[in-house]
């Protein structure tokens, strides 16, 4: 009996500590429009790759960037849903991106290559 009560505080404490991050995208995006820093727009009407990004975004580890400094952002990226509505985020060359007060370490591909 003292070994269950063990067991069940050890699980209790792990499902504690797990990063549990909501999603900072919900519905379905339709179109996805990237404006690189060379000045070229990118449109994708891709599902497969537009719910991969999506789901990079609401799933990859998340930092808020209140103490960050960035010197340049590189692509500014939207999100469309079928209703019309936008999110809008910054895509770097590396993957990453910055949304809604959130570092997200993502693995983005990068569709402004040069």
């Given at each position: 009996m003292?070994?269950?009560?063990?067991?069940?505080?050890?699980?209790l404490?792990l499902?504690?500590c797990s990063?549990?991050?909501?999603?900072?995208?919900?519905?379905?995006m339709?179109?996805?429009?990237i404006?690189c820093?060379?000045g070229?727009?990118i449109?994708?009407e891709?599902?497969?790759t537009?719910?991969?990004v999506v789901?990079?975004?609401?799933?990859?580890k998340?930092?808020?960037?209140?103490?960050?400094?960035f010197?340049d952002?590189?692509?500014?990226?939207?999100?469309e849903?079928?209703?019309?509505?936008?999110?809008?985020?910054?895509?770097f060359?590396?993957?990453?991106i910055?949304m809604a007060g959130?570092?997200?370490h993502?693995?983005?591909?990068?569709f402004?290559?040069e």
């Amino acid at each position: 009996m003292k070994r269950m009560s063990l067991y069940c505080l050890c699980i209790l404490f792990l499902c504690s500590c797990s990063q549990f991050n909501e999603s900072l995208l919900n519905g379905e995006m339709v179109k996805l429009t990237i404006k690189c820093k060379e000045g070229e727009i990118i449109e994708i009407e891709n599902e497969k790759t537009i719910n991969k990004v999506v789901r990079e975004i609401n799933e990859s580890k998340r930092e808020g960037t209140q103490e960050m400094e960035f010197d340049d952002f590189e692509h500014l990226s939207t999100l469309e849903n079928n209703e019309g509505e936008t999110k809008s985020f910054n895509l770097f060359s590396n993957g990453k991106i910055t949304m809604a007060g959130y570092y997200i370490h993502s693995n983005i591909d990068n569709f402004c290559e040069e």
